[in-house]
């Protein structure tokens, strides 16, 4: 697809490489324009050390903000948890998760229809993981309200609603940025993302039912 000519407007120019970009503008471009900054990094060539620091470090995120979320109401705890379960488990989770996933979706996609690379599909991945990090500023807030005694208040609710709506426009950005790198549709690539996630259910299942036999016949 064609970029158009102003960042400010639509999208990245196609003489903005991300090694031009500002990192803030990468970071808003990812909620804003995903499939144009998606492009023009798949383009300039991205770079491995990157994409694998964004996987792990988006592990160590996904367990700060599940050790929030389970603990919040206790500030104390919620931020020794949150510490704790930020350390290897995550990261390394993260990282196989990152390339099982990559790997599937890029088979699927493919099948329908789809023209990347499986390396393009590795590095869109991880980039359209940027958006979920602004996930800890409401998360943040809504510990501080909590800590202070305003967990019912208009604030609070605020925070929650401004949560949630990052968690959807994140898979939104996910969807879209995947859809780059296979060059097809966004509804494409959500059907790829679906048919990804019924397989691992799929697979799931069978790992399941294998064990119990297994574990009944011994």
């Excluded at 964004?54 to 050790?67: E, F």
């Excluded at 990559?102 to 993981?129: C, E, I, M, N, P």
């Excluded at 019912?152 to 929650?160: E, F, I, S």
Aim: include cysteine.
């Amino acid at each position: 697809m064609s970029i158009d000519s102003s960042f400010d407007i639509k999208g990245p120019s196609p003489s903005e490489g991300p090694r031009r970009l500002s990192p803030i503008k990468i970071f808003l471009g990812m909620f804003i324009w995903p499939r144009q900054i998606i492009r023009a990094l798949l383009d300039a060539g991205p770079l491995w050390s990157v994409t694998l620091l964004l996987t792990v470090v988006s592990g160590a995120r996904s367990g700060v903000q599940n050790g929030l979320e389970k603990h919040f109401e206790e500030p104390t705890i919620a931020l020794g948890m949150a510490l704790a379960t930020a350390v290897v488990g995550p990261m390394l989770g993260s990282l196989v998760g990152f390339f099982l996933f990559g790997w599937v979706y890029y088979g699927v996609g493919k099948a329908l229809g789809g023209t990347g690379s499986q390396s393009d599909v590795y590095h869109a991945f991880a980039r359209t993981l940027i958006p979920s990090f602004a996930g800890f500023v409401p998360l943040g807030v809504m510990v501080l309200l909590v800590a202070s005694g305003q967990a019912h208040t208009a604030a609070y609710l605020g925070m929650v609603l401004l949560y949630m709506a990052i968690l959807v426009w994140s898979m939104v950005s996910l969807i879209r940025g995947l859809a780059e790198a296979h060059r097809f549709s966004s509804w494409r690539s959500l059907a790829a993302f679906v048919l990804c996630a019924l397989l691992f259910v799929i697979a799931i299942f069978a790992v399941v039912m294998v064990a119990s036999a297994a574990a009944l016949s011994g």
